[in-house]
Nanobody, 124 residues
Framework: AGQLRESGGGLVQPGGSTRLSCVAS????????MNWVRQGPGKDFEWVAS???????DYAASVRGRFTVSINRAENTMYLEMNALKTEDTALYYC??????????????????WGQGTQVTVSS
C-alpha cells in the first residue's frame, strides 16, 4: 500500500512564499496523477493543483500564476511552491493520489492515498 506524508508550510506573511513537500512510499509518484487539496477554516475542501503522470499541470483559478506543482523523481517527492500568498490561502493542505486519472475531486473517498495534511497560515 502507498503512503504519503506532507511537510512544510507554517506561518507566512501576506505576500510571502513557502514550499510544501509530499513524500511518497510504496509507489512511484511519477507513475500516478497527483493532486493537492486544501481546507480553509470554516470552508469546504477545495482542489488546488494537479500534476499528471505525463507531467502536465493544472491549477485552480484561485492559485493559478502563484502556485507551482512539481515532482522530483529521484526523491519520489511532490512539491507545491506557493508565492504571493494571501490570507485566503490559509488552510490545511493535503496531497493525494486520485483513483481516476485526471480527477479534480476534493472528496477523499475518490483518492487511493492521501497524507495527514500540513498547515499553512498566512497572517501578519
Amino acid at each position: 500500500a502507498g503512503q504519503l506524508r506532507e511537510s512544510g508550510g507554517g506561518l507566512v506573511q501576506p505576500g510571502g512564499s513557502t514550499r510544501l513537500s509530499c513524500v511518497a512510499s510504496g509507489f512511484l509518484l511519477y507513475h500516478s496523477d497527483m493532486n493537492w487539496v486544501r481546507q480553509g477554516p470554516g470552508k469546504d475542501f477545495e482542489w488546488v493543483a494537479s500534476i499528471a503522470h505525463s507531467g502536465g499541470t493544472d491549477y485552480a483559478a484561485s492559485v493559478r500564476g502563484r502556485f507551482t506543482v512539481s515532482i522530483n523523481r529521484a526523491e519520489n517527492t511532490m512539491y507545491l511552491e506557493m508565492n504571493a500568498l494571501k490570507t485566503e490561502d490559509t488552510a490545511l493542505y493535503y496531497c493525494g493520489t486520485p483513483r481516476v486519472r485526471g480527477s479534480r475531486s476534493s472528496d477523499f473517498s475518490d483518492y487511493a492515498w492521501w497524507g495527514q495534511g500540513t498547515q499553512v497560515t498566512v497572517s501578519s
